[in-house]
């Protein structure tokens, strides 16, 4: 497998909040879940020698980009049937437009043309992934929804997106490679 670059943001949460998500992703999403914790992800899977470009833009988005409160309130299942998978995702309600404005930011210019013109994009936090897309899915999203509230987190899960970080993926590992503060300066990984 070649080396694929993504601009994620680890978001900054309670710690209650931080476990409940850790526990969802490790039930839900094990085959990530010892890899990354949870995350938004903003730039997907640009190849390694776009790295220089992309390390660019996102201090340029960062700069423009105060850091981003947001609320996740909504579990959402989604199917990709071309992959034959399916996804439970936690979307933000607010944060979300600041979340598409630093999307947008991040792909504009030299980035332009690695973005999926097909692709919307949909600011989330995968929680859960399956090998199938059936119904099973949106009874598994509803359980999530239940546990989440039966959490104690009622009015949605809240914190803020402080940072964006560069990603590298290899077949072994995932590396971070640089952390850019957002509305601030830029810091080595």
């Keep these: 497998?070649?080396?694929?670059?993504?601009?994620?943001?680890?978001?900054?949460?309670?710690?209650?909040?931080?476990?409940?998500?850790?526990?969802?992703?490790?039930?839900?999403?094990?085959?990530?879940a010892d890899r990354i914790g949870p995350h938004f992800t903003f730039v997907f899977a640009l190849p390694e020698s776009a790295q220089p470009t992309l390390a660019a833009q996102m201090q340029g988005a960062a700069a423009a980009t105060a850091p981003i409160g947001f609320t996740l309130h909504r579990v959402e299942p989604i199917a990709d049937a071309a992959a034959g998978r399916a996804y439970i995702a936690l979307v933000p309600h607010r944060g979300h437009l600041a979340m598409l404005d630093l999307h947008r930011r991040l792909y504009e210019g030299p980035l332009e043309r690695f973005r999926e013109?097909?692709?919307?994009?949909e600011p989330h936090l995968t929680v859960a992934m399956f090998d199938t897309a059936d119904e099973s899915v949106a009874d598994i999203a509803e359980r999530i929804a239940d546990h989440i509230r039966d959490s104690g987190a009622v009015a949605g899960i809240s914190g803020r997106l402080t940072e964006l970080v560069l990603v590298a993926e290899t077949g072994e590992a995932l590396i971070e490679r640089l952390r850019v503060p957002l509305a601030g300066g830029v810091r080595a990984a």
Excluded: E, G, N
């Excluded at 994620?8 to 999403?29: G, K």
């Excluded at 013109?117 to 994009?121: C, E, L, M, Q, T």
């Design 1 to 32: 497998m070649s080396t694929r670059l993504y601009a994620v943001s680890f978001p900054v949460l309670a710690a209650a909040d931080a476990q409940l998500l850790r526990d969802l992703r490790a039930r839900y999403h094990p085959t990530q």
């Design 117 to 121: 013109p097909a692709a919307r994009f």
